[in-house]
C-alpha cells in the first residue's frame, strides 16, 4: 500500500504481500537443508552461485512479460539509472549468496537459519543509515535479543563441536559461523539499499532482480580469473560434482531470491519479521523430520530469544511524535 507521498505504508500486509511471505517462508525453512542435501561438498561454489543467478533473470522476464512490464522496458530503462538503483546491490548480492554456499555446509540446518536471522539488525542499521528510518526503544530492545541469540549459538555451538570431537571447532567458525555473519551484514545493506531503489527511485521488484543478477553475475565472473573457484573451473569443468539434484535448491534460491524482492519492496527490508519466525519453525521440523536430529540445547535457547526479538520488533514501531495526531 502506498500513501499519497509514494512512500510505502507498513503498518498492515495486503493478501497478495501476505501470499508472497508465505512462500517465501517455507522457501526461507528449506533452503538450508535442501542445499545440505542436494549439493555436494565437491560443487564449485560459484557455478551453483552464477547458475541460479541465471534463473532468477529468466523467472523475473518471464514475470514481467506475464504482467505486461516487458513491452515499455525500452523506452524507461537507461543505465545509469540502472546502475545507481542495482549495481551497487548486485555486487553485494552475489558476495552474499557465495559467502552463504559455504556456510551450508559446515553447519547444521537450524544453526545456521538462526545466525542468518542477525540480517534484521544489520537491515534495521542500515535502513537508518540510507533512510533515516528510526527505531523505537523496545525496537532497539528487541534487535539486543536477537545479537545476544547470535553469540550464544556462535560460542556455544563451536564449544558443542569442538567437545563432541565430530567437526574441526576452526572448520565450523571460518567456514561456517563468519561467513554466514558476514553474510548477514552484506544483506542488510543490500536489502536496505534495495529498499530505497523500490521505494525512492521507484525502481521495480522483477526488473531489479533482472539488473541485479545480471551484474552480480559479471562480477562473480571477473572474480573467477583469479580466485579459486575460477582454477577449479579451468582445471574440472563448470559442473563439476553437479547432479540433478543440485538444480533443486539452485531453483529455489532463485525463486526466493524473486520474493525477497516482492516482500522487500512491498513490505520494506525489516518488516518481513514474521516470515523469519516462521521459516525458522518450519526449519527446526524439518531438519528433525529429514534427519532425525533434534536441535541443540544451544538452539533451544536461542530460537525463543529470536523468536521473541522479532515478536517485538513487529509488535513496537517507532511512532514520530510530532506526526502523530
Not at 173 to 188: K, Q
Not at 197 to 204: I, R
Request: charged share 10%; aromatic share 8%; glycine share 8%.
Amino acid at each position: 500500500m502506498a500513501t499519497p507521498n509514494g512512500v510505502k505504508s507498513q503498518s498492515r500486509m495486503g493478501p497478495t504481500v501476505l501470499f508472497y511471505s508465505i512462500l517465501l517462508t517455507l522457501q526461507y525453512g528449506a533452503q538450508p537443508l535442501i542445499s545440505k542435501r542436494c549439493i555436494g561438498k565437491e560443487v564449485i561454489v560459484t557455478s551453483s552461485v552464477l547458475t541460479c543467478e541465471i534463473v532468477k533473470v529468466i523467472c523475473a522476464l518471464i514475470l514481467m512479460a506475464r504482467d505486461g512490464s516487458l513491452k515499455g522496458l525500452s523506452k524507461e530503462w537507461t543505465l545509469m539509472g540502472s546502475l545507481t538503483a542495482s549495481g551497487l546491490p548486485a555486487a553485494i548480492y552475489a558476495l552474499q549468496n557465495s559467502l552463504l554456499q559455504i556456510s551450508y555446509r559446515s553447519l547444521d540446518s537450524l544453526t545456521f537459519s538462526i545466525l542468518n536471522q542477525t540480517k534484521i539488525f544489520f537491515t534495521a542499521f542500515f535502513t537508518f543509515i540510507i533512510l533515516r528510518q528510526k527505531q523505537s526503544v523496545q525496537q532497539m530492545g528487541a534487535l539486543c535479543l536477537l545479537i545476544m541469540a547470535a553469540v550464544l549459538l556462535s560460542v556455544g555451538e563451536g564449544s558443542n563441536k569442538s567437545s563432541s570431537g565430530g567437526v574441526n571447532p576452526e572448520q565450523v567458525l571460518f567456514y561456517g559461523i563468519i561467513p554466514v555473519l558476514v553474510a548477514s551484514v552484506l544483506s542488510g545493506l543490500a536489502s536496505s539499499l534495495c529498499q530505497w531503489a523500490s521505494q525512492v527511485k521507484k525502481h521495480s521488484s522483477y526488473l531489479m532482480t533482472v539488473e541485479m543478477s545480471i551484474v552480480g553475475s559479471l562480477c562473480l565472473l571477473v572474480s573467477t580469473l583469479k580466485s579459486p573457484d575460477g582454477e577449479a573451473i579451468k582445471r574440472h569443468g563448470f559442473f563439476h560434482g553437479w547432479t540433478a539434484l543440485t538444480m533443486v535448491p539452485v531453483i529455489s534460491n532463485a525463486l526466493g531470491g524473486i520474493l525477497v524482492g516482492l516482500v522487500t519492496s512491498h513490505a520494506g527490508g525489516v518488516r518481513k519479521g514474521f516470515v523469519i519466525v516462521s521459516a525458522l519453525l518450519v526449519t527446526a521440523l524439518l531438519q528433525f523430520a529429514f534427519e532425525g536430529k533434534p536441535p541443540s540445547s544451544y538452539c533451544l535457547v536461542a530460537l525463543p530469544l529470536v523468536i521473541s526479538s522479532i515478536s517485538q520488533y513487529q509488535k513496537y514501531p517507532y511512532m514520530d511524535k510530532k506526526k502523530k495526531v
